[in-house]
């Protein structure tokens, strides 16, 4: 191989292992619905990348068969979704722990708080059940994802933990563990 065929072939793997990078730097997670039997039926999908603008992650949602309206939206600790067992009942998705929160505030202040950094911007739910419009979270890293679970829940979310803790969401409607 001639000196200038082997350059331009370097040049070529380096193009590729670049745009690989890229690509990597999306993380799609797979939603399951839980049921309160502890079931998980598959429900569409929830795609990470990095805000445009370098600050906070994006989650396009690609989800239907949903309630409408706003839902609690998250980032729970474990990597988990399996129902978790409290005074011999089925609790749906309690193996993925509490809100995200490396930073130990123990408070449920929302996107753009000072509390848990799991706490994302409500998704919303059209009218006919899809879910489509994207979510900025923009105290979030890319690295802050891996190893974690994304949980949507039944109820809405007012970013305070009064009146009720954890911003009222309620029970867990779909999960999804982030590889
Ligand atoms: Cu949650
Ligand atoms: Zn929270």
Do not use: W
Not at 151 to 157: K, R, T, V
């Amino acid at each position: 191989m001639n000196k200038r065929l082997s350059l331009t072939l370097a040049a070529a793997l380096t193009a590729a292992a670049g745009s690989a990078a890229l690509a990597a730097d999306s993380i799609t997670i797979s939603m399951d619905q839980l049921a309160a039997d502890g079931g998980m039926t598959p429900a569409g999908i929830v795609v990470a990348t990095p805000a445009a603008d370098g600050k906070g992650v994006v989650f396009k949602p690609e989800l239907k068969g949903l309630p409408p309206g706003e839902h609690g939206f998250h980032v729970h600790e474990k990597p988990d979704c399996g129902p978790a067992e409290k005074d011999g009942k089925k609790v749906p998705g309690g193996n993925a722990g509490g809100h995200y929160d490396p930073d130990k505030t123990g408070r449920h202040a929302g996107p753009t708080g000072d509390g848990h950094l799991g706490d994302l911007p409500a998704l919303v739910v059209a009218a006919d059940g899809t879910a489509t419009a994207p979510v900025t979270a923009p105290r979030l890293k890319m690295s802050d994802l891996s190893g974690r679970s994304l949980m949507i829940h039944a109820g809405h979310d007012n970013y305070a933990d009064q009146p009720q803790p954890l911003g009222g969401g309620g029970a867990r409607m779909l999960c999804g563990v982030i590889r």
